[in-house]
């Protein structure tokens, strides 16, 4: 899997319109808010080129690309955290994400007027945000009642209890969990909280086809908000993107995206920063019959990415071949990789990079 992403918003925004272009699918579009009731699953492989020309050199009979997962979630008012409109309901269902994918409304329609009546993608973004403090505070209260109930004696309590407080006390100078520099120990004893501001937020603003390719009026502000908040932004129009997941030619759909002046797909771009936002690395296996990706954190050594392969390769690993994947197309197939020598050695300690061809030697 490469990643869960939620797919969050105030109603009428064109969440539901980002969800077909992401997963090529073909929801029913409403301009009734809260028509996404109940919220929608749709996993996809995850676009690499890189597989594409490593399967014309090494020919597998099958290439098994990444996946990740999108779910659409109702659409999120101003009173969410105390149960406006579906509220808790959209709230619980983003706890298992790994990254939020905040759809937010610049365009202008006659059809699908906006809930607050006009357009302002800042004003917006601060509602939502807002409502996920709101939430991440009432859970942040609790957990801290239940530390001082267990007592401050215990030094993990005590240590748990000082961070919760911490934390706190950031939210509610409205900064979100994920501006604090939290230690590897902090996010381990924070694992089961499940804290909303700490995932890491991709702002998918929905432009007007001829704002592209950037964003028109709204694009420096929302740039600077968004380094502001240690996110991401990706300017797309969702009615283009939902038209081109349509259209089966790979040539006439990227006639169409170089119309636009558009570097790639919208969907090809909120990939790449999801992997951006989550420090996640791809590298590849092969075998006579299957090519296949596989998503893991940066920095993740040989043997533990071994073991996402199979829990066997971890447990009885030697070493690991290691190519990069363009030098492998380069030369053309296996073999004169190896007799070129660009194939490397590596042990325990290392490091498997973005884009590496692995293949790993073990004995169990």
Known sequence: MGFRCGIVGLPNVGKTTIFNALTQGHEEISIVPFSTIHPKKGAVPVPDDRLVELSRVLHPKRVVYAR???????????????GAGLGNQFLSHIRDMDVILHVVRS???????????SIDPLRDIKIVNAELILKDLETLEKRIQKCNQKGLDDAENRALAALLEGIKLALEQEHPARHLDLSNEDL??????????????????????????GGGKWEKSLEAFAASDQAKVVFMCGILEEDLSKITDPEERQKIIEDFLLEQS??????RLGYELLEKVTFFTFDHDEMRAWTVPAHTRAPQAAGHVHTDMERGFIRAEVVKWSDLVSAGSVQKAKEDGLFRVEGKEYQVGDGDVVHFRFNV
């Open 188 to 213: 381990h004893r924070l694992r089961d909280i499940h804290l909303f501001t700490i995932k890491p937020v991709l702002y998918c603003i929905n432009v007007n086809e001829n704002d592209l390719p």
């Open 266 to 271: 919208g969907p090809a771009k909120v990939v």
């Open 68 to 82: 990740m997962e999108f779910m659409d979630i109702a659409g999120l008012i101003e009173g969410a955290s105390q």
């Open 107 to 117: 365009f202008e329609s006659e059809e699908a007027v906006h809930v607050l009546g």
